[in-house]
T-cell receptor, first 114, second 115 residues
């Protein structure tokens, strides 16, 4: 199957700082990428859908000014958590949508905000 | 709107025993249904999916699932559990509106294998 990578895999930051997470489709072009967050022992919650070259569509309750998403190319989407606080600590997972609309998931990024 | 209910947040089976993980869905349109597995600190791996056609779907690692429209169910089974099957399993339904395959996940079932 297609491969999606995320970088970094784990990041620890101080409260108030911003953190950027990269999501790359390594061997396919992803017109659409999805960002999810997963709290410990809970399910994945869709945060936003990003389409290459256009603004992301955020799910209800997700602050677009806090979670900035950029999908500048067909192989790269970034999620920036601005002014992070401890409650933003979570596991962030991206997925890229392939040609047949299937989703390929990245390995996730664990964010810990101190 | 779609939704998924996974019955049983934790399931324990003995090694070699039958694995049965339950999933019921709600969808206003013919659903696409998925089962994913997640190992600790990793992303999701697709086990199998149902889109159209044959209602019994075979996936990787010996898993299979049967789509039953009358019961709105998509239960995951494996005849003989292996220690390596211990993981978190998520059932998901796809929202196929606007060409984007937005996935709605169930709350997950943690499968423990007893030696």
């Amino acid at each position: 199957g297609a491969v999606v990578s995320q970088h970094p895999s784990w990041v620890i930051c101080k409260s108030g700082t911003s953190v950027k997470i990269e999501c790359r489709s390594l061997d396919f072009q992803a017109t659409t990428m999805f960002w999810y967050r997963q709290f410990p022992k809970q399910s994945l919650m869709l945060m936003a859908t990003s389409n290459e070259g256009s603004k992301a569509t955020y799910e209800q309750g997700v602050e677009k000014d806090k979670f900035l998403i950029n999908h500048a190319s067909l192989t790269l989407s970034t999620l920036t958590v601005t002014s992070a606080h401890p409650e933003d600590s979570s596991f962030y997972i991206c997925s890229g949508q392939g040609v047949y609309n299937e989703q390929f998931f990245g390995p996730g990024t664990r964010l810990t905000v101190l | 709107a779609q939704s998924v209910t996974q019955l049983g947040s934790h399931v324990s089976v003995s090694e070699g025993a039958l694995v049965l993980l339950r999933c019921n869905y709600s969808s206003s349109v013919p659903p696409y249904l998925f089962w994913y597995v997640q190992y600790p600190n990793q992303g999701l791996q697709l086990l199998l999916k149902y889109t159209t056609g044959a209602t019994l779907v075979k996936g990787i690692n010996g898993f299979e699932a049967e789509f039953k429209k009358s019961e709105t169910s998509f239960h995951l089974t494996k005849p003989s559990a292996h220690m390596s099957d211990a993981a978190e399993y998520f059932c998901a339904v796809s929202d196929r509106a606007f060409g984007n395959e937005k996935l709605t996940f169930g709350t997950g079932t943690r499968l423990t294998i007893i030696p």
